[in-house]
């Protein structure tokens, strides 16, 4: 991916929460990427929700830097952990984070399973 | 309403897409405090749908920069017309604004009555 | 270009601001790829401001969408008028915008010709 | 503070990316009411840098939900801790987050003192 020019703030730097971005993008594209249709959950009334993320701010992206973002993915009891890192083009590490999401089955905690099977390649 | 940090750029003055945020914050505050419910409009299958915006950028808002933001309504056919204007807290015009929206009835363009009927008093 | 989550709404399509940072986007990236240095133009106190934006909402994008967008350019007086659209990858039409820029030196209308200089195999 | 329909995502509930915007927010009007001047700061080359942000999700807000925005401050060496929790007017907690911040002097580390002289009557 590639900085654009409006997630920049003031000092000409990518804003903190833009990073949630970049990452959000990063599981939606790998979700989609390996067949998991949100439709499809949504008939089954599940819906997968961020409970926890912890992220550490290492090099700041600026206006024109490329990157790439990258996952692994861990499942620990109803939880889907996310370990995420943004490298610079240059190798550099930009943000690391661990991403903490439950899958809730019509407003209550779902054991995932449905996530697990599509991820199953995935789960260490 | 007041500037918030994370929506200026790199330039130190308000990004021109947030405007826009503005822009609608302000036509839905209208609507709610004058009853309009968009609960009621889905049940009825009610959409409504903005076709055209054109704003002119004439000073911009910057860090700790208050504002005022201010609307009044017209009916042109099966449109409602916003003209829609920002203030600095000094008085100085920052943006000013035309909005169009139309209403959608199950996809289909509709006459906007229910609309009009919450507006009717402000619709000149 | 491709749609991401974030951008939606609560009705499923993508905002009607962010819009407009695709089509900043699409500016800087063109602006670049032409080598406009912004490094430079700052250097010598030349800032391009936003003036103007008329935009045409068509047809929404959604979850998933892919979409080129497009540009041509010409120059009334101090103006740049950028003619933007944004095409669905079904070819369909979701937005058209006019938006129109001039150059500000030292906070004074400049007549934008090392603007013109760059673009002027672009230039109508 | 009070939720605006654009921050909303299209399940209905805020984007857990926006809730750092209302946090920072939080951060610069506090400092802000407490006289921290920006400007003072950047004439000394210091600029305060976000190093990491652990957020919990325990309640989404919604479209129309009002909300308080508290914080509270640590110095552990170099670094400034925020914990911030957002609570909907109803009293539920909707996020709770620990912000860690130092402060760079020319692009170094440096031990703070200046932001907490001016932090020092919150400091425990």
Redesign the interface.
């Known amino acids: 991916m590639e900085v654009?020019?409006?997630e920049?703030?003031?000092?000409?730097i990518v804003?903190?929460?833009?990073y949630?971005?970049y990452l959000?993008?990063t599981r939606?594209s790998f979700c989609?990427a390996n067949g998991l249709s949100?439709a499809e959950m949504q008939a089954k009334g599940l819906?997968p929700?961020?409970?926890?993320?912890?992220?550490?701010?290492k090099t700041p992206l600026r206006?024109?830097d490329r990157f790439v973002s990258k996952l692994w993915l861990e499942r620990k009891g109803v939880r889907f952990i996310f370990h995420q890192d943004i490298f610079k083009s240059t190798g550099e590490l930009s943000v690391t984070a661990v991403v903490s999401c439950v899958c809730l089955e019509n407003g209550r905690l779902d054991r995932g399973d449905m996530l697990a099977e599509v991820f199953e390649d995935f789960l260490s």
């Open positions: 654009r020019d409006y920049l703030d003031s000092e000409g804003n903190n929460a833009n949630l971005h959000e993008h939606h989609t949100f819906v929700v961020l409970n926890k993320v912890e992220i550490e701010y206006s024109g």
